[in-house]
C-alpha cells in the first residue's frame, strides 16, 4: 500500500497530466520539448514536521516543484498560458480529492535558456506547497 506522501505525489501528477503539456515525474529534460510544452514533477522535500500529540500527528508542508518548459516562437504566450492552467488545475480541488489540507503553488520565477542552433526555452521551477498530515513519517 503507498504511504500518503506517495498517494498525493501520484494525484498532483495525475491531475498535471489531464493538462495538455506533457507531464512527467522525476524525468531528465528530454532532447526535444512537446509543442504544448512540458512539466517534470519532482517529488521535492517533505521538510520538518509539526507534530502533535495525542493522537501522535505529523503534519507536513511538502514543497514539491513542477519545472515547466516551453520552447518556440510563442513561448511567451505557452508559457503564461501553461502556468495559468497550472494555476487553474489547483484551485478545482485544492484538497486532491480530500488527499491534502491545502495545496498552494507559488509564482514562477521564469528563465530565458538559449539552445545552440534552436529556438530558446522559457522555464521555471513552480513550487507546489502540500500540507497534509500523516500518523507515522515513514508510512
Not at 514533477?41 to 502533535?52: A, F
Not at 515547466?68 to 485544492?94: E, L, N, P, W, Y
Request: glycine share 6%.
Amino acid at each position: 500500500m503507498p504511504t500518503p506522501r506517495e498517494t498525493i505525489l501520484a494525484a498532483l501528477h495525475a491531475r498535471l497530466s489531464a493538462l495538455p503539456a506533457t507531464a512527467l515525474r522525476g524525468d531528465v529534460l528530454p532532447e526535444r520539448v512537446p509543442a504544448a510544452g512540458l512539466l517534470i514533477l519532482r517529488d521535492g522535500e517533505p521538510g520538518e514536521p509539526e507534530v502533535t500529540l495525542s493522537p501522535l500527528r505529523y503534519h507536513y508542508q511538502h514543497r514539491a516543484e513542477i519545472e515547466a518548459v516551453v520552447q518556440g516562437a510563442t513561448r511567451d504566450a505557452a508559457f503564461d498560458t501553461i502556468c495559468s492552467s497550472i494555476g487553474a488545475s489547483i484551485a478545482a480541488d485544492r484538497t486532491l480529492g480530500g488527499l491534502c489540507d491545502w495545496v498552494e503553488a507559488e509564482a514562477p520565477r521564469p528563465v530565458d535558456l538559449p539552445v545552440e542552433g534552436a529556438a530558446s526555452l522559457k522555464a521555471a521551477v513552480i513550487t507546489v506547497v502540500l500540507h497534509y498530515s500523516t500518523s507515522d513519517p515513514l508510512s
